[in-house]
């Protein structure tokens, strides 16, 4: 591995440093956001699901699922295009189980690219592996 190569790891992880940092005051932490890993192709991102992520019926809100895929989707989106600005043009959801709460982690991954938007793919588990939900997201660069 060459030199560039660590440089562009350290400018990488400071940018992640300061997205979390400026996320907290946002939805991201409000909703309980937390990084596990990122870059501009793949991220990861965790949840411990508690009593306020539930709906009446006592399982996880279906809307904190997909705020996870729309956060880690986008979160691999702002790594990507570090110098542009972007938005959310599509989200498509299947939810597959429920869950009661607990630790819930997201994956999102690049899929393609041009050069007005990103298409993602992204799934949400439960800490026992079981799969929630899956997400397709496309971002447009505005």
Partial sequence: MDEE???????????????????????WGVLGCEVVQASGNKAT????ATERHLNLLGIVHGGVLMSLLDNAMGLVVMLAMPDERTVTANL??????SSKGGVIVCEAELVHRTKRSLTLQAQVKDDGGRLLGLGMGTYRII
């Avoid at 991102?45 to 411990?48: E, S, V």
């Avoid at 498509?92 to 189980?97: I, P, R, Y």
């Fill in 45 to 48: 991102i965790c949840l411990d």
């Fill in 5 to 27: 190569w660590f440089i562009q790891q350290a400018d990488q992880a400071g940018h992640l440093t300061r997205l979390a940092e400026r996320a907290q005051a946002t939805f």
């Fill in 92 to 97: 498509n959801t299947q939810f597959l189980a």
